[in-house]
């Protein structure tokens, strides 16, 4: 059994922005989401990079008592998403319970916050005598605290898959719940990723080097993926879902179809934890075009991984390259945003969705003069009024696992 | 401490921490107030924080027969009696 899988509501919470709304006006007019690092006072005073990909505005959250005991910061990013993406489908109480409804959703690593409050009654031995760790401390922080806090917030009762690889938590959630319906498992799947603000994740890249440090002073002029003078990636936060559904079933419901995931791809390097790999990420881009069966001329645009660390850019536009040549636009949207690492993959899908949707591609912010080192490839020069068909969404994360999907524009959804 | 000093305290949790919306000592606390094992647990925790000493496990799987406050109160005088002999 192979069914066709589409996107029937998305919702993402982004450094530029809350909704379809004010996302694309940051896309159109060049604007940045990231700001200079918050101190969390821990580790801000020692970490080289000082800029932060931020989510800086308020947030309703209309969440109760009884839902927010199990939440972490980065649930309730998580299950707003969530919820937004629920209510937008128009899905009947009864399917959202039926048991045919799944739950892909990641984080990097849970809640950093409620880990590290935890560590510091560890370590601060206060009360000892006392059970000094709250119950819900560890449902709180739990890797798969996203993805659990949402079916118990909406009482789904499908399968649950919590994907944790870093940058590919949430195109791996995506992928994952689209061979779920593919292959008839489930009917719908709730997908996506969420991180919260989390300094532990700058030190580790920091410490790699991989961090952007020089632009401290200028946080909007990084990252600059694919510019010569780049020099690392920003860390951001954030949360991004989608809700896919079989599409027969959903265009006999009536839904809007956003877009359709007509391929994905997951592999690894098999070596390397760290270091990008050319011959692992060519083969990412090719088996998600034999998986929709499509060949490379038809993609007309390309959502990059670019990170803007000094190797990832040179490596992807290579392979970029050798798959696709130098026809289709391509776009670093971290530098819009930051990388905001379990969270990239879905939010650079929706961002994506909304610029087929409105028919235009923004550009690289901060590409100011490519890199010559880099693949000579079309990247988007300006924003562009242009309607695109079929769009590759790549990720790629440390333990060297690549993913690409494969999104056809809604309107061409037949 | 005193009944009356404990109901005080344990109300005062209640209505803080867990948010109950005008608590009745005799409300059945899961269907009234929405309270679950989670809570119960968490309630424990804070328990023995506002009695100073540690509960047994013993006396932890009791709690969990507990159905309304005065239940509560029930528990840690006995709690309260038993460590005083």
Redesign the interface.
């Known amino acids: 059994m192979k069914r066709r899988v589409v996107i029937t509501a998305c919702s993402a919470i982004t450094p530029i922005g809350y909704g379809q709304q004010s996302i694309v006006e940051s896309l159109r007019l060049g604007r940045s989401g990231v700001k200079p690092l918050r101190d969390d006072g821990l580790l801000t005073d020692h970490i080289h990079s000082r800029v932060f990909g931020t989510v800086d505005y308020p947030i309703d959250y209309a969440f109760n008592r009884s839902q927010r005991k199990t939440m972490g910061p980065v649930a309730y990013y998580a299950c707003q998403v969530a919820k937004d993406v629920l209510e937008a489908s128009g899905l009947s109480k009864e399917s959202i319970a039926s048991g045919r409804l799944g739950v892909a959703f990641g984080s990097t690593h849970g809640s950093p916050t409620v880990q590290r409050e935890i560590y510091q009654t560890f370590f601060q031995n206060l009360e000892a005598e006392f059970s000094s760790i709250g119950a819900v401390d560890y449902l709180r922080s739990m890797v798969h605290t996203t993805a659990v806090n949402i079916t118990r917030m909406f009482g789904i009762t499908g399968r649950v898959i919590a994907s944790s690889t870093a940058c590919t938590t949430s195109s791996q959630a995506i992928g994952f719940g689209y061979e779920m319906i593919k292959f008839g498992m489930q009917d719908a799947m709730l997908c996506g990723g969420a991180d919260e603000y989390d300094t532990t994740t700058v030190a580790v890249f920091d410490n790699l080097l991989a961090c952007s440090v020089g632009y401290n002073d200028c946080p909007s002029c990084t990252p600059r993926p694919f510019d010569k003078k780049r020099d690392g990636l920003v860390v951001g936060e954030g949360g991004a879902a989608v809700l896919l559904e079989e599409y027969e079933s959903a265009k006999q419901r009536g839904a809007t179809i956003l877009g359709e995931v007509i391929g994905f791809a997951c592999n690894n390097n098999g070596g390397d934890l760290i270091l990008p790999n050319l011959d692992g990420i060519t083969s990412t881009l090719r088996l998600a075009l034999d998986d929709a069966n499509i060949e490379a001329k038809e993609v007309d645009y390309i959502s990059a991984h670019a990170t803007a660390t000094k190797m990832g850019d040179i490596i992807e536009s290579q392979a970029i390259e050798a798959v696709y040549g130098q026809s289709p636009y391509v776009t670093g949207l971290k530098s819009y945003t930051g990388h905001t690492m379990g969270t990239c993959g879905a939010m650079e899908l929706i961002m994506t969705l909304y610029m087929m949707a409105e028919d235009f591609l923004a550009p690289t912010l901060n590409l100011q003069e490519i890199d010559p080192r880099c693949a000579r490839l079309n990247y988007t020069p300006k924003v562009i009024e242009a309607s695109t068909r079929i769009a590759s969404i790549q990720n790629f994360a440390f333990g060297g696992v690549n993913t690409c999907l494969l999104i056809k524009n809604g309107n061409e959804v037949l | 401490m005193t009944r009356d000093v404990l109901q005080k305290k344990i109300l005062s949790i209640l209505v803080q921490d867990?948010?109950f919306q005008e608590p009745g000592l005799d409300d059945n606390l899961r269907e009234d107030h929405?309270f679950?094992s989670?809570?119960a647990?968490?309630l424990?925790?804070k328990i023995?924080?506002t009695l100073g000493?540690?509960l047994t496990r013993e006396e932890k799987e009791k709690a969990m027969e507990i159905r309304t406050i005065n239940d509560i109160l029930d528990y840690l005088e006995r709690i309260q009696q038993g460590r005083a002999q």
């Open positions: 867990f948010e929405g679950d989670i809570d647990i968490e424990l925790g023995e924080r000493f540690s």
